[in-house]
C-alpha cells in the first residue's frame, strides 16, 4: 500500500528549519533556476537590477550556505549566494510575527562591503511572508538615510522585500509539484505554511491538549521566565529585553551593548525534536568558557549562542525559581536586581513535568496552536483592510484581539489560566460583552461552545470544546468557521 503524507511533517517547523530545507532543495537544478528566475523577476522594475541578466542570478548548489558566519560584523544572515557574479544575503523570516534585529539591516550591509569578493553585482533581499508584521518597520528602517548613504558607499543594488507566497506560486505555475515527490512535498508544506494555512492535530497530541497539566504546566513554565525577567531586568552591565512571543517561543534577549549575547524562555522547535522546553543560551566569551551549565543539557547552537536545556530533575525541585535564577546569574555573571513574584507561583507537579518532558507530543502539539493563532492573524488582517489585530502574549495568554472599522469584533486565543485548571480546554474566543448573548448562543446549540465562560474588561469568553474535532482535521478551517459564525467573516473559504 502505498504511503501517504508529507515527509518534512514534524521535522520542518520553524524558520530555522525550513530555511534548511530551502537549501536542501536547492540540489535541485529546477528549483535553483526557478528562484534565480524568481529574484530576477522581482527586482527587474528596479533600474540598477534591470542591468543584471537572469544568468547572473544562476547558482550551483555549492554556492549557496545557510546561517554562514560573517565574520566582517559578526552576522549570521540566512542565507548567502555567492557566485563569481553575484554576492547575495538574503534574510528569511517565515513568521509573521518574527521581529527585526536592532541591528538589521546595517550589520549586513556593513558585511556586503567588507567581505573580498570578485563579484560585480552585490545585494540584500529580505525575504517574508506577503502579511508580515513588521514590514512597515522594515521599509522604514531600508529608506533610512544613514542605511541608503551605507548602501551607495558599498556599492550595494537597492534593498528587495520578496514575499515567499509569490516563489510558492511560481513554483507551482512552473509545474515542480509533477517533477519528483520532494518539491510536491516542498510546494504542500508552504502552501499550509503561507497560503492554505492547515493545522491538524495527530491523534496523540490532540489527546495532550485535553489535559489540564499540560496547560498548568505550561502556565507555569512562562510565568518562571516573566518572574526570571523580573528579578534580572534593572541589571546595570546588561539590556533585558521585554518578554515576547516570535517564532513559536516565549522568552527575552540579552545585549550587552548593540550585540545580542544571550536568550532565555522557552524554545519550542528543540522542544520538538526531544530537548527540553526551557532553555538560556549565552554567546561565549574569548576563552569559550560558560559557567553555570554544568548540569544542564547542550543542545543545538545558532546564530553564534550555545544553548542547554534545563533538565527535569532540575525543575522538580521545590526552589525551581532559586535553582533557573542561580543558573542565570552565574551564565550572565549579574546579581538579581529585584524580587520578582512569590515563589509558590512557580512549583511543578509530577505530573506537570511528564507532560512538559513528553517533547514528541507535548512540543508538537504546543507549536501547532501557536501556528493556528498565527493563521488565524493572517486570514484576519489578509481579509479587508478595515480589519486591525492586536496581539496579547504573557503567562496567561496569547491571544489575538480584532477589531473592525475601530470596534471590538472578536478575540481568539490561548487562555492559560484556564488550561491550567481541570477540565479546561486551551482554545478560547470572546465577543463584547454587549453584544455576545445571542452569538454565544447559537454557538452552544451547535456544541461549538461550552461552560460557564467568564466576562472581563468588556469582554465575554467562552471555551471551545474541541468535541466535533478529530485527528487530521485541519484546525485552521474550523476556527475561521467559528469566527463567521461569530459574525466575522475573513474572506476566506470555511
Given at each position: ?42 527586482s527587474e522594475d528596479n533600474e540598477e537590477w534591470e542591468s543584471l541578466s537572469l544568468s547572473d542570478f544562476y547558482f550551483h548548489s555549492s554556492e549557496v550556505e545557510t546561517q554562514y558566519f ?132 495527530r491523534s496523540g497530541e490532540l489527546a495532550a491538549i485535553k489535559k489540564h497539566t499540560l496547560g498548568s504546566g505550561l502556565y507555569m513554565l512562562r510565568a518562571l521566565v516573566e518572574i526570571v ?33 544571550g536568550y532565555f524562555g522557552i524554545d519550542s522547535y528543540a522542544w520538538t525534536r526531544g530537548f527540553w522546553p526551557l532553555v538560556i543560551g549565552v554567546k561565549p566569551d574569548a576563552t569559550g ?206
Amino acid at each position: 500500500m502505498e504511503e501517504t503524507g508529507n515527509i518534512f511533517e514534524g521535522i520542518v517547523v520553524n524558520e530555522r528549519s525550513y530555511t534548511e530545507l530551502f537549501q536542501n532543495m536547492c540540489r535541485y537544478k529546477f528549483f535553483r533556476d526557478e528562484f534565480a528566475r524568481f529574484l530576477k523577476q522581482q527586482s527587474e522594475d528596479n533600474e540598477e537590477w534591470e542591468s543584471l541578466s537572469l544568468s547572473d542570478f544562476y547558482f550551483h548548489s555549492s554556492e549557496v550556505e545557510t546561517q554562514y558566519f560573517a565574520q566582517e560584523s559578526g552576522t549570521y544572515p540566512d542565507l548567502v549566494i555567492s557566485t563569481p557574479d553575484v554576492r547575495l544575503m538574503i534574510e528569511v523570516k517565515t513568521s509573521t510575527w518574527t521581529g527585526l534585529q536592532g541591528s538589521q539591516p546595517r550589520d549586513y550591509l556593513t558585511n556586503l562591503a567588507r567581505t573580498p569578493t570578485e563579484a560585480a553585482h552585490k545585494g540584500l533581499f529580505f525575504l517574508v511572508p506577503r502579511y508580515y508584521s513588521h514590514e512597515g518597520e522594515l521599509k522604514k528602517r531600508i529608506s533610512d538615510e544613514e542605511v541608503q548613504k551605507q548602501v551607495r558607499k558599498a556599492g550595494i543594488k537597492p534593498l528587495m522585500i520578496l514575499h515567499w507566497e509569490d516563489f510558492i506560486e511560481q513554483l507551482l505555475q512552473a509545474g515542480a509539484q509533477e517533477l519528483n515527490s520532494n518539491l510536491r512535498d516542498f510546494i504542500d508544506l508552504s502552501n499550509d505554511w503561507f497560503i492554505n494555512g492547515k493545522i491538524a492535530l495527530r491523534s496523540g497530541e490532540l489527546a495532550a491538549i485535553k489535559k489540564h497539566t499540560l496547560g498548568s504546566g505550561l502556565y507555569m513554565l512562562r510565568a518562571l521566565v516573566e518572574i526570571v525577567r523580573e528579578r534580572f531586568r534593572r541589571t546595570e552591565r546588561l539590556k533585558i529585553g521585554r518578554t515576547r512571543w516570535e517564532d513559536y517561543d516565549f522568552g527575552f534577549y540579552i545585549d550587552r551593548a548593540d550585540e545580542t549575547i544571550g536568550y532565555f524562555g522557552i524554545d519550542s522547535y528543540a522542544w520538538t525534536r526531544g530537548f527540553w522546553p526551557l532553555v538560556i543560551g549565552v554567546k561565549p566569551d574569548a576563552t569559550g568558557d560558560i559557567r553555570g551549565t554544568e548540569d544542564l543539557s547542550r543542545q543545538e547552537d545558532e546564530d553564534g549562542i550555545c544553548y542547554w536545556g534545563f533538565p527535569n530533575n532540575l525543575l522538580s525541585k521545590q526552589n525551581a525559581l532559586e535553582e533557573v535564577s542561580a543558573r542565570f546569574a552565574s551564565v550572565f555573571n549579574v546579581e538579581p536586581s529585584g524580587t520578582g513574584e512569590a515563589e509558590d507561583e512557580v512549583k511543578f507537579s509530577h505530573r506537570e513535568l511528564a507532560a512538559l518532558f513528553d517533547g514528541q507530543t507535548s512540543g508538537g502539539a504546543y507549536q501547532k496552536l501557536l501556528r493556528l493563532i498565527e493563521q488565524i492573524h493572517t486570514a484576519a488582517i489578509g481579509s479587508n483592510e478595515q480589519i486591525r489585530v492586536k496581539t496579547a502574549g504573557s503567562r496567561w495568554e496569547h491571544s489575538l484581539y480584532i477589531s473592525e472599522n475601530g470596534k471590538p469584533r472578536a478575540a481568539f486565543g490561548i487562555f492559560f489560566t484556564n488550561w491550567k485548571d481541570e477540565g479546561g480546554l486551551p482554545l478560547w474566543i470572546g465577543l463584547p460583552t454587549r453584544s455576545s448573548s445571542k452569538a454565544f448562543e447559537e454557538l452552544e446549540k451547535e456544541k461549538f461552545i461550552a461552560g460557564e465562560g467568564y466576562p472581563e474588561n468588556g469582554w465575554s469568553y467562552k471555551q471551545l470544546t474541541l468535541d466535533d474535532v478529530s485527528p487530521e482535521q485541519d484546525l485552521v478551517e474550523y476556527s475561521l468557521m467559528v469566527l463567521k459564525k461569530m459574525g466575522l467573516d475573513t474572506g476566506l473559504p470555511t
